[in-house]
């Protein structure tokens, strides 16, 4: 049966799978696609990083300095956020730049199934990697540009001035198109910003790089419906999708709610305080959006009265006064311990929950621990263990595991082109040019932890 449902997995993706390969929906749904990954940082590597925790074949191709997310120690693992975007990867280090280095690249486009590059616009197209060439190497790939305001139109035109050939480029761009981006440029533009606005009205950054994320989960799905649509069609296609996109998409049905009605009237937006209310020991949350919360949480706090305050009557009425009404509920839990009120509230089915202030507490919170959400990673050039997410969904026939540890820069270079047809003496010639970069050596069985030799194999 199992082997069954990975032939499916197969047909409606359209895999290119080695013919030795033994597939099997137990190593996961995405099992035999392969994703070539050019992307540097968080958005592009995050959305790869999922697909490759479904079972996707990601190999990282990186610039012979490493990915800009290593940190100045290339080589090494140098963050928690690099080892966790950059898990069940492989990497391949070679010079793009050069003719050597992309005939390298060319190699693999069609044992591949997904590009993703997040170079800007129109860099990809220079170099030669661009969607229009690559496909024509592999009619069948799905190639993902992401970019942080959009993507340019690419034009190579080529005119005769004074009997010499000169080759000019042209882009059709909005005003924002070639600008450098990282996150808080997308969070000031998209209005995430303005949303955070504190009681004085002066905007406020998130602080999470919430559109990179949520970049990474757009590529995501898009790339698996593509893959999908692949399946069913046989033909490739080319996604583009932008930052500013993604997040203005994302954030629009509640930030923009005044915008999004076309009545002629001007938004009017006050500032709203959170939810969260102090109490004797700490913090809490809680919320009544139905009446019949409203009227439970009056109950739970012994304060009949406020059901019968006019400013409170409706759903309507109570979001224009919530303020006042925040700043009562805080008034009397303030006076209760947290215990105290999340017992009141929970009787009277009053969504609630203890605020984990500080966030260590996450870790020791029942409900995190219950799920065995949070794994313990040996990484045997790392000095330390670190602590991971696992995958959040999670697939009944294919449980999640770590395939492959976060590469070193260029660990399976050799391992991968080799198979892709690149014989040792143009290899060996490709490293002494300086066009690929590999392992040296092998990872030791011991290094040190805490100041002492640490053995991984016997943890």
């Not at 790939?141 to 005769?160: D, E, H, N, P, R």
Request: aromatic content about 6%; glycine content about 8%; some cysteine.
């Amino acid at each position: 049966m199992a082997a069954r449902l990975g032939a499916i997995s197969r047909h409606l993706c359209g895999g290119s799978v080695n013919k030795n390969d033994v597939n099997s929906a137990s190593e996961g749904p995405l099992h035999g696609i392969r994703v070539l990954d050019l992307t540097q940082m968080v958005s592009g590597p995050m959305g790869t990083q999922i697909l490759g925790d479904m079972g996707a074949d990601v190999i990282k191709i990186e610039p012979l300095t490493g990915a800009a997310e290593r940190g100045s120690s290339r080589a090494k693992i140098t963050s928690p956020l690099f080892a966790l975007v950059n898990r069940n990867k492989r990497s391949v280090s070679l010079d793009l730049k050069s003719e050597e280095g992309r005939s390298l690249f060319y190699k693999l486009i069609p044992t591949a199934d997904v590009i993703v590059q997040n170079f800007r616009p129109g860099v990809a197209a220079r170099m030669g990697i661009g969607y229009e060439d690559v496909q024509k190497a592999n009619p069948r790939i799905i190639y993902m540009s992401i970019s942080g305001f959009g993507q340019v139109a690419y034009l190579m035109v080529t005119t005769q001035v004074f009997l010499d050939t000169l080759n000019a480029y042209f882009w059709q761009t909005g005003p924002y198109t070639k600008n450098r981006v990282y996150d808080p440029v997308i969070q000031a533009v998209s209005g995430l910003a303005s949303v955070q606005a504190d009681e004085t009205g002066r905007p406020r950054m998130m602080r999470l790089v919430i559109p990179d994320k949520v970049t990474a989960l757009t590529s995501a799905q898009a790339i698996t419906a593509a893959l999908v649509q692949r399946g069913r069609t046989g033909v490739g296609t080319s996604i583009e999708l932008s930052m500013l996109d993604a997040v203005i998409s994302f954030a629009w049905g509640e930030a923009f709610a005044q915008e999004a009605i076309v009545d002629g009237q001007a938004p009017n937006h006050e500032y709203s305080r959170d939810m969260v209310f102090q109490t004797l020991d700490g913090y809490i949350t809680c919320g009544a959006v139905q009446d019949k919360e409203w009227h439970a949480l009056c109950t739970a706090l012994q304060k009949p009265e406020w059901t019968q305050d006019e400013r409170f009557a409706t759903a309507t009425s109570r979001a224009l006064h919530r303020n006042v009404r925040f700043e009562m509920t805080e008034g009397v839990l303030r006076k209760m311990t947290t215990a105290e009120a999340l017992e009141r509230l929970t009787q009277h089915q009053v969504p609630n929950a203890e605020v984990n202030h500080p966030r260590a507490k996450v870790l020791t919170n029942p409900q995190v621990v219950k799920n065995k959400l949070i794994e313990t990673v040996e990484h045997p050039w790392a000095p330390f263990p670190m602590l991971q997410p696992r995958l959040a969904a999670q697939f009944s026939n294919a449980p999640y595991r770590l395939r492959h540890n976060t590469p070193l820069l260029g660990e399976n270079t050799r391992e991968i082109l080799r198979q892709a047809g690149v014989s040792e003496g143009t290899l060996d010639a490709a490293e002494k040019n300086g066009v690929i970069r590999t392992v040296q050596g092998e990872i030791p069985a011991q290094i040190r932890r805490d100041g002492r030799l640490y053995d991984p194999s016997s943890a």
